[in-house]
């Protein structure tokens, strides 16, 4: 029987895992340094994976030389992290992760918005709720200074750290899943139009948006001893961060709204008799210029094939997870329905977001 061959492969540099280390650690990415350490890698001298093929020049590819790499290169580069570094690349078993290098790694994922890899990063510290209650604790001080930015930056963190101990086949950081929660707010279709949530008071409203956007109600009940006008100004920063584009939403709503006005006798009608169509009606709102079912496409920016209502509510959750905030379920027909946009004129938190089309 012949042999097999051994592969020998030469030694890793002390400079190829310095600059692969320190990338994960600039970069925040808590998947690659554990990566970097598990039994296979290509960091080992003794394993056959070589951190010189193309398979991973992700893991070694240049990055910017900014500050934050090299005070995670000047960190790795330590003597004795590097000891530490070569004794866990040569142990048998799981490795022992340096404690300081994944600190500054969570760190990083902070600053860079990286909230569900610092979750990750400050559960293997064992400092994750402890890290979650301080960076509530200083937003909840932004928020008495009238510091917005950074209390919704503190809010938006500390839900970033929450954990699923539930998850399997391990726990796992929350994923931020507004298609879901989003479809929850409208499952169940208003009895009257005044039902809705989008025509809801401005209070319910806020109190609704909070508790929904920021995915954790314990987080949003620490607001309600605040005034509404905190909330307010809370919450329209809060959508801000959350949705970069949301000014590119704000211009398909006003669209929307435009056709819905051009229609809405039609539709008003449709909404107290959704079930009495004869089949002369239903072929005269087909024939009808505007046709109702574009509404949805011009607010998601795209039409869907066979879309239903619960379909663009999840699309726009997606792209604009407050969006789902300021629509409601309409029926056209006894067989279509449709996603459309309502509000309460007079709302402030409308007005604030610019929504209303005289804003």
């Given at each position: 029987?012949?042999?097999?061959?051994?592969?020998?492969k030469?030694?890793?540099?002390q400079?190829?895992?310095?600059?692969?280390?320190?990338?994960?650690?600039?970069?925040?990415?808590?998947?690659?340094?554990?990566?970097?350490?598990?039994?296979?890698?290509?960091?080992?001298?003794?394993s056959?994976?070589?951190?010189?093929?193309?398979?991973?020049?992700?893991?070694?590819?240049?990055?910017?030389?900014?500050?934050?790499?090299?005070a995670?290169?000047?960190?790795?580069?330590?003597?004795?992290?590097?000891?530490?570094?070569?004794?866990?690349?040569?142990?048998?078993?799981?490795?022992?992760?340096?404690?300081?290098?994944?600190t500054?790694?969570?760190?990083?994922a902070?600053?860079?918005?990286?909230?569900?890899?610092?979750?990750?990063?400050?559960?293997?510290l064992?400092?994750?709720?402890?890290?979650?209650k301080?960076?509530?604790?200083?937003?909840?001080?932004?928020?008495?200074?009238?510091d917005?930015k950074?209390?919704?930056?503190?809010?938006?963190?500390?839900?970033?750290?929450?954990?699923?101990?539930?998850?399997?086949?391990?726990?796992?950081?929350?994923?931020?899943?507004?298609q879901?929660?989003?479809?929850?707010?409208?499952?169940?279709?208003?009895?009257?139009?005044?039902?809705?949530?989008?025509?809801?008071?401005?209070?319910?409203?806020?109190?609704?948006?909070?508790?929904?956007?920021?995915?954790?109600?314990?987080?949003?009940?620490?607001?309600?001893?605040?005034?509404?006008?905190?909330?307010?100004?809370?919450?329209?920063?809060?959508?801000?961060?959350?949705?970069?584009?949301?000014?590119?939403?704000?211009?398909?709503?006003?669209?929307?709204?435009?056709?819905?006005?051009?229609?809405?006798a039609r539709?008003?009608?449709q909404?107290?008799k959704?079930?009495?169509?004869?089949?002369?009606?239903e072929?005269?709102?087909?024939?009808?210029?505007?046709?109702?079912a574009?509404i949805?496409?011009i607010?998601?920016?795209?039409?869907l094939?066979?879309?239903?209502?619960?379909?663009y509510?999840?699309?726009?959750?997606?792209?604009?997870?407050?969006?789902?905030?300021?629509?409601?379920?309409?029926?056209?027909?006894?067989?279509?329905?449709?996603?459309?946009?309502?509000?309460?004129?007079?709302?402030?938190?409308?007005?604030?977001?610019?929504?209303?089309l005289?804003?």
């Open positions: 029987m012949a042999r097999t061959k051994e592969i020998i030469p030694p890793v540099s400079e190829t895992i310095d600059h692969c280390l320190a990338k994960a650690v600039a970069e925040g990415d808590i998947v690659n340094f554990r990566f970097l350490f598990v039994s296979y890698s290509p960091l080992r001298d003794n056959t994976e070589d951190i010189q093929t193309e398979k991973y020049a992700y893991l070694r590819e240049d990055v910017e030389k900014d500050a934050r790499f090299e995670a290169l000047a960190a790795v580069g330590a003597p004795a992290t590097q000891q530490q570094v070569q004794a866990q690349l040569k142990k048998n078993g799981p490795a022992q992760l340096p404690a300081d290098l994944v500054l790694l969570a760190d990083n902070v600053a860079l918005g990286k909230f569900k890899a610092a979750a990750q990063a400050y559960e293997l064992r400092i994750r709720a402890r890290m979650q301080a960076y509530l604790e200083q937003a909840d001080e932004a928020l008495s200074a009238g917005m950074k209390a919704v930056r503190g809010y938006r963190v500390a839900v970033g750290l929450d954990y699923d101990y539930a998850a399997f086949p391990e726990p796992m950081p929350g994923p931020p899943n507004y879901s929660k989003a479809q929850i707010l409208h499952a169940q279709y208003p009895s009257r139009p005044e039902d809705a949530l989008a025509l809801q008071p401005p209070e319910i409203h806020i109190n609704v948006a909070l508790g929904y956007l920021l995915l954790n109600p314990e987080l949003a009940a620490r607001l309600e001893s605040r005034s509404q006008e905190e909330r307010l100004a809370f919450l329209v920063e809060l959508v801000h961060q959350i949705d970069p584009a949301w000014s590119e939403f704000v211009s398909r709503y006003h669209d929307a709204c435009r056709l819905v006005e051009k229609i809405g539709l008003q009608q909404s107290n959704v079930t009495t169509d004869t089949l002369a009606e072929i005269e709102a087909q024939q009808q210029e505007e046709d109702p574009e949805p496409q607010l998601l920016g795209r039409a094939d066979d879309g239903a209502w619960w379909q509510i999840k699309e726009l959750a997606y792209a604009h997870p407050a969006a789902p905030l300021f629509v409601v379920r309409q029926f056209v027909t006894k067989d279509l329905e449709i996603v459309m946009p309502r509000y309460v004129q007079e709302s402030p938190l409308v007005k604030a977001l610019g929504l209303a005289d804003a």
